[in-house]
């Protein structure tokens, strides 16, 4: 069965950094794109970032480009999601996605792909 792990949230102060990670077990992920979503209280869940199988094919939410960064270690299946310059409104449960599809349109939806974790809390206080 395919597994999606998620790690690394917590509680941070405005301006600081987390490193969320994201392992994933079951099946091969290393030809996939993989990206990260994230859902505060009382909003629907939303696109934060993205990676295909080429690594210096990334993309981004308006709102966090310039402070996350997305990256990934194929050989061992997993994905990682740098968080910089943190913000309160940053503060939701982040959510680690892979595509497990022959081809994809349009990464920012969240029907492009098929796999999901259970989730990481990320608190940015004030």
């Known amino acids: 069965q395919v597994q999606l792990v998620e790690s690394g949230g917590g509680l941070v102060q405005a301006g600081g950094s987390l490193r969320l990670s994201c392992a994933a077990s079951?099946?091969?992920?290393?030809?996939?794109?993989m990206g990260w979503f994230r859902q505060a209280p009382g909003k629907e869940r939303e696109f934060v970032a993205a990676?295909?199988?080429?690594?210096?094919?990334?993309y981004y939410a308006d709102s966090v480009k310039g402070r996350f960064t997305i990256s990934r270690d194929s050989a061992k299946n997993a994905v990682y999601l740098q968080m910089n310059s943190l913000k309160p409104e940053d503060t939701a449960v982040y959510y680690c996605a892979a595509n497990g599809r022959s081809s994809w349109y349009n990464l920012r939806t969240e029907y492009e792909y098929d796999y999901w974790g259970q989730g990481t809390q990320v608190t940015v206080s004030s």
């Open positions: 990676i295909a199988w080429s690594a210096d094919r990334t």
């Open positions: 079951g099946r091969t992920f290393s030809r996939n794109p």
